[in-house]
């Protein structure tokens, strides 16, 4: 089953996609908890079991149309639950919950090109199904690093938008939160609408995909390194 395959390239893109995503939620919780709020301990979040983080739409249904059609593959799981005002120190608590995930990724791009490395140089003429760890390595290298760029956005709901709101003032981060309550309209507006109106406004295109690229590739040179 050769890389030109759509269910080769399914599995290639979602696998390593589900891993990212699940990371990146555990870790907000992970750190939540250490800052003071065990909510989702409590609700039994803290489990890499995909099941309890999967949203239908943006880990399964968005992700494989977006593999199948040879686009970037991005989505989304269920947010882990974090409840600020149990947070010993609610307003960098909370930035620091949400450089949580954005930093998980980070991680996981290291430690998947570490192992990238080391699988290339045990088995320069990879085929079959060292052929696919390879491929899967190079598209989770890929996904953590967009997805942490992704997140890092400076707009509510986003990971970035938390970060911002944290260092307004209190009354201007009162306005910034409400924001987030329409979230998904914001996000749709602005990641879709906008660029079907004005393509040059397109924010994935100009302000995550490149530097996405230049992260990733030095990722990938550290692989190289290694091999």
Avoid: C
């Avoid at 890499?48 to 239908?56: S, Y």
């Avoid at 507006?189 to 040059?200: E, W």
């Amino acid at each position: 089953m050769g890389s030109d395959n759509l269910i080769y390239r399914a599995a290639v893109w979602i696998v390593p996609l589900i891993i990212a995503i699940v990371f990146h939620e555990v870790a907000h919780g992970w750190v939540a908890r250490l800052l003071g709020d065990p909510t989702a301990a409590e609700q039994k979040r803290l489990s890499f079991n995909p099941l309890r983080h999967v949203d239908p739409v943006g880990t399964v249904v968005l992700p494989l149309g977006l593999a199948l059609a040879g686009a970037p593959v991005f989505g989304w799981a269920k947010p882990v639950p974090v409840d600020y005002r149990r947070l010993r120190e609610p307003r960098t608590g909370m930035m620091l919950v949400a450089l949580a995930g954005p930093g998980m990724n980070f991680a996981l791009a290291m430690i998947g090109a570490v192992v990238l490395g080391l699988t290339a140089f045990a088995a320069p003429d990879a085929t079959g199904g060292v052929r696919f760890v390879i491929d899967a390595l190079f598209a989770f290298i890929a996904i953590n690093v967009f997805l942490a760029l992704f997140n890092l956005l400076p707009i509510p709901p986003f990971d970035g938008g938390h970060v911002v709101e944290g260092l307004l003032p209190r009354r201007a981060a009162a306005v910034w939160a409400r924001l987030g309550r329409f979230g998904f309209v914001l996000l749709f507006g602005l990641l879709v609408i906008l660029p079907m109106l004005a393509p040059q406004l397109n924010l994935v295109q100009r302000f995550v995909a490149p530097p996405a690229r230049a992260v990733t590739d030095w990722f990938i040179g550290i692989a190289a390194a290694i091999a």
